[in-house]
Structure formats: structure tokens, C-alpha cells
């Protein structure tokens, strides 16, 4: 049996805020350490996942596997980056800032409408018809041509990658 109490106190602590002033390379060890936390949660339970039924192709346990990796690899990113900031760091105050994110906000009412023509036209179709208003939009390219390039290489490489190498079936949308 697991105890909870020590597991409890580590997720208070990532999620709670004391009321003091942290340095940003405090907030940042913290933040990778719940993430490393998350991380070993994340991979025990993708071990209780059953094996593989189909011989040939990546099983269940595959893409969380994945997930874990990069979130640890991303963790270590952070905490190794943390580690080599200055002490006397100045911390920014979070309402210093009161703009509006609007860019972000764009890419987030993106990917939803990505994900609903996902749904409704499938992975390929919806990857080539969002894609150059996230190029446009989110990593502001103006270049025509490296927007169409870069829409194709990603619509129809990763349909090469999971129907031909991974032999996963992507959506096709509901009205195809």
C-alpha cells in the first residue's frame, strides 16, 4: 500500500503558493520537479496498461511512453536551466503586465476549430487547412511558399508516418 501523506505534501507544494517571493529560479526548480513528479505518476500507470495485442505495430502503451519521455526530457531542460540563472535575477510582478495576449489567444480558438475539422474531415484535410493560419498566425510566416511547404511536408508526412510506418488508422472525418 502506498502512503498518501508524503505524496500529499509534495502536490500541496507544487500547487499551493505560501504567499512569499520566489526567484524565478526557485519557481522554475519547483515547477520541473512536480513535472518529474507527474512524470513517474504518469509512467506507473502506463505500466499497468496491458502489452501489445497486435504483433507488428505499437502498442497502447506506446504514445504515453512517448509523452513520458518528453516530459522528462523537457523537465530536465528546465530544471538544468534553472540551476544556471543568476541569483539576483529580478522577478517580473505577474499584473506588471496587463496586455492582452492576443496571439495566444488566436492559437488556442485555432486548435480548437483544428480539432472540431479534425472531426468533421479528417486529420490530412484539416491539417492542410489550418496549418498556414497557425504558420500565419502563431509563428508569423509571410512567405507563401515556406507556408505551403510546410503544410504539405506536416499534412502528408505525418499521414505517412501513421498509416505506412506505425499502421495506425488517423480520422477520416465524418462526412468522408
Known amino acids: 500500500m502506498v502512503k498518501t501523506a508524503p505524496l500529499l505534501k509534495v502536490i500541496v507544494v507544487c500547487f499551493t503558493s505560501r504567499g512569499e517571493k520566489m526567484s524565478r529560479g526557485r519557481e522554475d526548480r519547483q515547477v520541473a520537479f512536480c513535472f518529474l513528479l507527474l512524470a513517474a505518476i504518469w509512467g506507473y500507470l502506463t505500466l499497468q496498461i496491458p502489452p501489445t495485442s497486435i504483433p507488428g505495430t505499437p502498442g497502447p502503451r506506446f504514445f504515453p511512453w512517448l509523452l513520458v519521455t518528453g516530459l522528462v526530457i523537457l523537465s530536465l531542460v528546465m530544471l538544468v536551466g534553472s540551476l544556471r540563472q543568476p541569483a539576483d535575477e529580478k522577478q517580473v510582478d505577474a499584473d506588471a503586465k496587463k496586455d492582452i495576449d492576443w496571439i495566444g489567444l488566436g492559437t488556442l480558438a485555432m486548435f480548437f476549430v483544428y480539432v472540431w475539422m479534425v472531426d468533421l474531415i479528417g486529420l490530412r484535410w ?46 477520416m472525418g465524418s462526412i468522408f
Open 126 to 171: 484539416g491539417t492542410l487547412v489550418m496549418m498556414p493560419f497557425f504558420l500565419f498566425v502563431s509563428f508569423r510566416l509571410r512567405n507563401i511558399m515556406e507556408i505551403a511547404l510546410i503544410t504539405l511536408v506536416l499534412a502528408f508526412g505525418v499521414d505517412f508516418v501513421f498509416r505506412v510506418l506505425l499502421k495506425m488508422a488517423l480520422p
